[in-house]
């Protein structure tokens, strides 16, 4: 199973390299970097007014990072484990090869994931830098940057596998993500009380306590209602919902017949 | 050995549609034809066998075991899709590597095999240019290359000769006949007879989701009681051949024309009529030129078996 999962995974991690789509999402994943320079430019341009990138950063993360960025990426990718081949009629290509079924879906999710954490976390690095270049001494901030990292990397992790699990469900998956991104995730997610703990963002800023005390007039707008899980409950639970996305995935997949549409 | 395929009352629905019904069949060595209109039941049938979909009914086993969900068949299994679908943005060699990966070789085997099979199907010139720009004809042959690259005892190709021109037909005729050596299976579908007669005799006709015959030709035109056999005889005195066979049980009919020194016997009894017709021309000194049996094709068959 293990040999099947790396096969997959290096297969893919050739296709999807190789892929126009690929690069369309390389381009969205630099628009941080984009702002990060703008708002350098802008600064050096006004020597008078102080900046506080890490303000920005924050800013950046929480409203285009978490909110945005990974879940386009998320949805994309991960749907395409599986509806993507259906649609593309290159399923067979996979399910005529001696490579167990689970492991095809985890090979293409662990490549997916894996490109998609290098160009997350790369251009958040490389804003985060431009924004903070005259503060590269102050603690707290690489304390945040390690958290807004870790934050987007479990948001790609767990969102990406339950859109994976969606592609495998749905045949029009694209477009109950979409409603599910920017329907379900945030708009539940500013419900008082226990009900935005139904939304995997509730989690991911929850690792991110920290953001309001940076910019309070700014961020505590953006984290309105929040009453953020302890950290640790955050992680373990984007953990085990991973799991249970990926094993749904898997389990139906093995059991599920896909027809493709004729013409 | 190469595998030897077993439907049984195998049945498969598509909700309330029915895909195939009631087929029992063995599929062993050498090359079979499924032969039928589109919507038949061909590719359904197909994917049955390559453990893509899962019998409503009945079973299909490959040497006694079940092919659904049975991954490690496919190591002696290739399948070529009807459909025309790649991975666009990798170039030949690439998608046959990758998929050849898949199957567990190390990188030299890869190589070797990818090599093998793109020059089996003569596309090694446009090895390393990208698929989406390949012709028709380039990517019905590397959809061939990725089904054989493994070398499988079993090669199962669902309309291989689909959209090509003639000259593409004709090699991929080609080299589905030349993979047929030592002991391989073939398993080829087609719409269109005269692919399927190009390919082999022994065809499996079906209609509707239904096996209508299995055999040679000649046996499933044996099957067909209410048709007889048509013979036709061209020789310099047509009426002299008619006069006489004409008493002879195994002759239903005799007609003459329409082009002169013709002349077109119906039998029920063909292997009787086959023995009788040398030796009365043999014996009355005749002038014997051309002996065709213009019905023992598999359109003949094709339209009797379906009441056209």
């Known amino acids: 199973m293990a040999g099947g999962v790396f096969r997959v995974l290096s297969f893919t991690g050739r296709l999807v390299r190789r892929a126009r789509r690929t690069k369309v999402f390389a381009f969205l994943c630099l628009l941080p970097v984009i702002l990060a320079l703008i708002v350098r ?94 503060r590269l001494d102050y603690g707290p901030a690489w304390s945040f940057l390690g958290k807004s990292l870790a934050a987007l990397s479990l948001g790609v992790v767990c969102y ?20 599910f991104s920017f329907g379900w995730e945030n708009i539940v997610q500013y419900f008082p009380g226990s009900t935005q703990k139904f939304t995997v963002m509730h989690y991911l800023k929850s690792l991110l306590p920290g953001v309001g005390e940076t910019s309070p007039n700014v961020l505590q707008f953006l984290m309105f209602r929040l009453d953020p899980s302890p950290a640790w409950a955050a992680v373990l639970t984007l953990l085990v919902l991973t799991a249970v996305f990926l094993a749904l995935a898997c389990w139906l997949f093995g059991r599920k017949e896909y027809l493709f549409d004729e013409g | 050995m190469s595998l030897v395929f077993k439907a049984e009352k195998l049945g498969k629905w598509y909700g309330n549609v029915l895909g195939l019904s009631d087929v029992t069949i063995e599929i062993g060595p050498g090359i079979t034809g499924l032969l039928g209109p589109n919507g038949a039941g061909k590719s359904t049938f197909m994917k049955l066998l390559t453990g893509q979909l899962r019998p409503s009914i009945g079973s299909i086993t490959a040497d006694g075991q079940p092919v659904w969900n049975n991954t490690s068949l496919f190591r002696r299994v290739g399948f070529c899709p009807e459909q025309d679908a790649f991975f666009e943005d990798t170039t030949g060699r690439e998608f046959l590597a990758g998929l050849l990966a898949l ?16 020059a089996f199907v003569e596309l090694l010139d446009a090895q390393d240019r990208l698929i989406r720009g390949y012709s028709r004809g380039m990517r019905q042959r590397l959809k061939i290359a990725q089904a054989i690259a493994h070398e499988p ?7 291989p000769l689909n959209g090509l021109d003639p000259l593409s037909k004709r090699k991929v005729i080609r080299l589905i006949k030349d993979y047929r050596t030592e002991g391989r299976t073939v398993v080829v579908s087609s719409h269109v007879l005269p692919e399927i007669e190009a390919l082999t005799r022994t065809i499996v006709l079906i209609h509707q989701g239904k096996i209508l015959a299995q055999g040679d030709i000649p046996y499933i035109r044996d099957l067909i009681d209410a048709h007889p056999h048509v013979v036709a005889v061209r020789l310099d005195e047509p009426r002299r051949l008619g ?52 019905d023992d094709n598999l359109q003949a068959v094709f339209d009797y078996l379906v009441g056209k």
């Not at chain 1, 492991?103 to 903070?132: C, E, M, P």
């Not at chain 1, 990406?160 to 694209?174: N, Q, R, W, Y």
């Not at chain 2, 013709?262 to 017709?277: A, H, I, M, S, W």
């Open chain 2, 153 to 159: 005892e079993v090669l199962i190709l669902d309309e």
């Open chain 1, 160 to 179: 990406t596998a339950f859109f994976t699990l969606v592609g495998t469900v749905l045949k029009k998956s694209v477009l109950f993500g979409f409603f």
């Open chain 1, 41 to 134: 430019a802008k600064a050096l341009a006004s020597p008078g007014r102080g900046l506080d990138g890490l303000a920005i950063f924050g800013n950046i993360i929480v409203a285009f990072g978490l909110q945005f960025l990974i879940l386009i990426l998320a949805l994309f990718f991960g749907t395409s484990v599986v509806s993507e081949e259906v649609e593309g009629k290159t399923l067979t290509y996979w399910t005529t090869r001696p490579v167990p079924k689970p492991a095809v879906v985890l090979g293409k999710y662990a490549a997916f994931v894996a490109v998609l954490l290098v160009l997350v976390l790369a251009s958040t690095a490389v804003a985060f830098l431009i924004l903070n270049l005259d």
């Open chain 2, 243 to 294: 006069a006489l066979l004409v008493r002879d049980p195994s002759v239903q009919s005799v007609a003459y024309g329409p082009e002169e020194g013709l002349v077109t016997f119906e039998t029920r009894q063909r292997d009787r009529f086959f023995g009788l017709l040398p030796k009365a021309v043999a014996e009355s000194g005749l002038d014997l030129r051309e002996i065709t049996s213009p």
């Open chain 2, 103 to 118: 199957s567990g070789m190390g990188e030299k085997e890869v190589e070797e095999r990818a090599g093998r099979a793109l």
